[in-house]
């Protein structure tokens, strides 16, 4: 008898500390809370004055599966409600073929419509960029948020404007004349739509915005370059707007996000933005921080971040969760008034 019962207090003692050792093992998920730093705040329930409280903070929290930080992360595709759909059409603004991917969730009841959020690439990319470096975690957004994503051309130095020296450079006009109705004809389309965008399509998100009032409900944008004056010989802006002074200067100004917002008027104050750029960003972060302290100076409410990174996919990839849950947020309660 004594013997059994030793024997079993020793199997019980040896399986207890083999499931101990496995949980000891087992890879620790982390979970940083977003940083937010200007001007010496600390408090990230205090930034952007008179920005917005704890609690609407984490309303924006990312979704509940967190993707990659950074590239496409694993491929589980299969799994998720969204589907994708590459559509190309004769843009007659632009006399080109004028391609885009759009992002649609699946597997809701027939008949739903859904909010659309169009996401602008940078300097140097196409209607790809967005879909070649995070496709995976795009389409988890949709899956999740209900909300279809569209990514669309706008050339590799188009800056989202029309040119007056430019003939085929005509982005606005091709964006809101064929772009958006080609979007909204081909897919279930509540008329909702947000504006986002990363550098070159992070200035294109707020400019197209701020120069066509009621087109779109809500903007953000990643290290955007939010006032071209401040780069009069960078990235080919002077072939479109002209050589900065004299009577082009109505041009560029025209196409400077801090412009137009320091001309805005009333629009602004009802215009829901968030506003991100890493701290360590040579080309934009200066430009954020002007327009962050514009709206602070206008006694706007918007949602300004600064975190660790670069001016790079690693950061875009990085802050896409928070922008379109922000989006997605905003545009479902609209649709629900």
């Known amino acids: 008898m004594y013997r059994s019962r030793l024997r079993l207090i020793l199997t019980l003692s040896f399986g207890l500390a083999a499931f101990i050792a496995v949980l000891c093992q087992a890879p620790r998920l982390r979970v940083d809370a977003p940083r937010v730093a200007e001007a010496g705040v600390s408090d990230p ?12 903070l984490q309303d924006l929290a990312p979704p509940t599966r967190p993707p990659p930080a950074e590239g496409r992360g694993a491929s589980e595709s299969a799994g998720w409600g969204c589907r994708t759909e590459r559509k190309e059409f004769f843009s007659g603004a632009c006399d080109a073929l004028m391609a885009y991917y ?30 070649d470096h995070a496709e995976d975690i795009i389409r988890r ?3 999740e948020y209900r909300i279809i994503i569209v990514t669309p051309e706008g ?6 404007a029309d040119s007056r020296f430019v003939k085929n450079n005509q982005i606005e006009t091709y964006f809101l004349r064929e772009l958006i109705p080609h979007v909204e004809m081909n897919f279930p389309t509540n008329g909702l739509r947000g504006i986002a965008g990363l550098s070159m399509g992070g200035h294109g998100a707020f400019v197209l915005c701020l120069r066509n009032p009621g087109v779109f409900a809500s903007v953000s944008s990643m290290s955007g370059i939010l006032d071209i004056t401040r780069h009069k ?105």
Not at 155 to 160: D, M, T
Not at 248 to 258: F, G, I, K, R
Not at 281 to 286: Q, R, S, T
Not at 298 to 325: A, C, F, I, K
């Open 141 to 143: 957004l949709v899956s």
């Open 233 to 337: 010989n960078q990235w080919r802006l002077a072939e479109l707007f002209g050589p900065y002074g004299g009577e082009c200067t109505a041009d560029w100004e025209q196409h400077s996000a801090l412009k137009l917002i320091e001309r805005s008027g009333d629009y602004v104050r009802s215009l829901p933005m968030l506003i991100t750029v890493s701290q360590d960003d040579p080309y934009a972060l200066d430009d954020n921080r002007l327009v962050h302290g514009q709206l602070d100076a206008m006694n706007v409410r918007h949602l300004y971040y600064e975190s660790p990174g670069g001016h790079d996919w690693t950061y875009w990839t990085s802050q896409l969760p928070l922008h379109v849950s922000f989006h997605a947020r905003h545009l479902s309660e609209l649709a629900e008034n």
């Open 155 to 160: 050339r590799s130095f188009g800056w989202y």
């Open 45 to 56: 329930t205090a930034f952007s004055q008179p920005g917005v409280s704890g609690s609407q």
């Open 102 to 131: 759009a992002f649609v969730p699946q597997g809701a009841e027939a008949g739903a419509h859904y909010p659309v959020l169009y996401l602008l690439h940078g300097a140097f990319d196409g209607y790809t960029a967005w879909k």
